[in-house]
């Protein structure tokens, strides 16, 4: 796992925080189970969760993914488009504040668990 010190001076860590920075499109490499090029998508927000960075994008055809920068090969820039507007964060904007994990789905509502315990374990879940 690199540090954060190690990522910060990568040149493709900075490019990612140059296109959430300034809303850019960017055309990016990436191979998680198999590889694969994602055309025009627009990067909305990276995100530090279960001790991994993640960028969170929106594909071309309005599809939310949480891309984890370990497995970002390449980014380049978009041909076609350049920024696109501040709106499209605020569609997303209660998944950032509610997310718990990487694995938490975006428009799927939170579900509360409730647990039945002995009295004499209570304390362990305080």
């Known amino acids: 796992m690199k540090t954060y010190k190690t990522l910060k001076k990568s040149k493709r860590f900075s490019a ?5 920075k ?3 499109y960017r055309n990016i490499e990436y191979q998680y189970d198999q590889h694969e090029l994602l055309e ?3 990067c909305l927000k990276l995100i530090f969760a279960s001790n991994n960075w993640y960028l969170a994008i929106e594909t071309e055809e309005g599809q939310f993914r949480l891309l984890r920068i370990a497995f970002i090969k390449k980014i380049h ?7 696109y507007q501040q709106h499209t964060l605020a569609k997303y904007r209660h998944y950032f504040e509610t997310m718990q994990n990487p694995m938490t789905l975006e428009g799927v509502a939170i579900q509360t668990a409730i647990l039945k315990a ?3 374990i209570k304390t362990l879940f305080c």
């Not at 978009?78 to 920024?83: G, H």
């Open 118 to 120: 002995h009295p004499s």
């Open 22 to 24: 300034h809303r850019e």
């Open 16 to 20: 990612i925080k140059t296109a959430v």
């Open 77 to 83: 820039y978009a041909k076609d488009k350049t920024t």
């Open 40 to 42: 025009n998508v627009k």
